[in-house]
């Protein structure tokens, strides 16, 4: 088992910037690849951002490309979502999944997710 749990979520104005976090424990937490997901009130979930076990490899929804910056400290077993130039169709519950295959961008492909935070961008 492996538990998530995300923070630094918030309310920021349109152009700001936020910093989420997501602290994981229970298995090693280099085994597992990590993603970022948001939904929005009425839609459905979508991928955001992913990192591969080491780092080394990431992945980005065209909608966040050169905005958003995944990264994570695997002795700290956290993943961060750097958020910048945020828009208000950022608006959603963002959640943190671990992926024990890789670093999909499909959901079905995590097995282990957080509670999720709010980020609400006002225009």
């Known amino acids: 088992q492996v538990q998530l749990v995300e923070s630094g979520g918030g309310l920021v104005q349109a152009g700001g910037s936020l910093r989420l976090s997501c602290a994981a424990s229970g298995r090693t937490f280099s085994w597992y690849g990590m993603g970022w997901f948001r939904q929005a009130p009425g839609k459905e979930r979508e991928s955001v951002a992913a990192i591969s076990r080491s780092g080394g490899g990431t992945y980005y929804a065209d909608s966040v490309k050169g905005r958003f910056t995944i990264s994570r400290d695997n002795a700290k077993s956290t993943v961060y979502l750097q958020m910048n130039s945020l828009k208000p169709e950022d608006t959603a519950v963002y959640y943190c999944?671990?992926?024990?295959?890789?670093?999909?961008?499909?959901?079905?492909?995590?097995?282990?997710w957080g509670q999720g935070t709010q980020v609400t961008v006002s225009s």
């Open positions: 999944a671990a992926d024990p295959g890789g670093y999909s961008d499909y959901a079905a492909e995590y097995d282990y």
